[in-house]
Antibody, heavy 125, light 112 residues
Framework: QLQLQESGPGLVKPSETLSLTCKVS??????????WGWIRQSPAKGLEWIGN???????YYNASLKSRVAISVDASKNQFSLRLSYVTAADTAVYYC?????????????????WGQGTLVTVSS | DIVMTQSPDSLAVSLGERATINCKSN????????????LAWYQQKPGQPPKLLIN???TREYGVPDRFSGSGSETDFTLTISSLQPEDVAVYYC?????????FGPGTKVEI
């Protein structure tokens, strides 16, 4: 059974870098034909897609965050990470990692069919 | 970006009655070459992540009760709960995955 679990600091100071990790169990990121990604949810912006990646392919980011965001993968640990730099209070949100469904097309044009429980990150001094 | 809107913001429905949620996109999410509609519906209960209910506008995920149904095309979509059950109290979101950035509607809260 696929499980995703986010981890990382719950409090980040303004202008610093938010770093989160998503540990995947029940499936292999490197052996998967799915895309994996990050989504955040806040009262102000609702659900917001941050970015996604395909293990042997490219990484894609929301243009609104692209200059500050990076997603990386550690296949040996079967996990992937999110870094968001120069955070402000507007980045306070629940951050989810998720898998996109695989319809066999090899594209990322698929819904998010598995989600982690989410982790609240607050940006405050 | 494709903007998703939903109506109503919230609705109260009696147990066993029908709930109807509407979703609109400001651009068609129907891909002409494969005739697929890139629209999903999610259910989110308090303290939980969103759960995928329906993809491709009307295909229920495995295990989703058949009282949930999706309909619509191009820019106008509907999620219908045919007979509301207590466990259906939640916020429902539509999402387009036709293009990036993938975008979600603001949500509709369903109460009894």
């Amino acid at each position: 059974q696929l499980q995703l679990q986010e981890s990382g600091p719950g409090l980040v100071k303004p202008s610093e870098t938010l770093s989160l990790t998503c540990k995947v169990s029940g499936a292999s990121i490197s052996g998967s034909t799915c895309y994996w990604g990050w989504i955040r949810q806040s009262p102000a912006k609702g659900l917001e897609w941050i970015g996604n990646f395909y293990y042997s392919g490219n990484t894609y980011y929301n243009a609104s965050l692209k200059s500050r965001v990076a997603i990386s993968v550690d296949a040996s640990k079967n996990q992937f990470s999110l870094r968001l730099s120069y955070v402000t209070a507007a980045d306070t949100a629940v951050y989810y990692c998720a898998r996109q469904a695989d319809d066999g097309s090899g594209t990322y044009y698929n819904p998010f069919d598995s989600w982690g429980q989410g982790t609240l990150v607050t940006v405050s001094s | 970006d494709i903007v998703m809107t939903q109506s109503p913001d919230s609705l109260a429905v009696s147990l066993g009655e029908r709930a109807t949620i509407n979703c609109k996109s400001n651009k068609s999410v129907l891909y002409g070459s494969n005739k697929k509609t890139y629209l999903a519906w999610y259910q989110q209960k308090p303290g939980q992540p969103p759960k995928l209910l329906i993809n491709w506008a009307f295909t229920r995920e495995y295990g989703v009760p058949d009282r949930f149904s999706g309909s619509g095309s191009e820019t106008d979509f509907t999620l219908t709960i045919s007979s509301l059950q207590p466990e259906d109290v939640a916020v429902y979101y539509c999402q387009q995955y036709y293009g990036t950035p993938f975008t979600f509607g603001p949500g509709t809260k369903v109460e009894i």
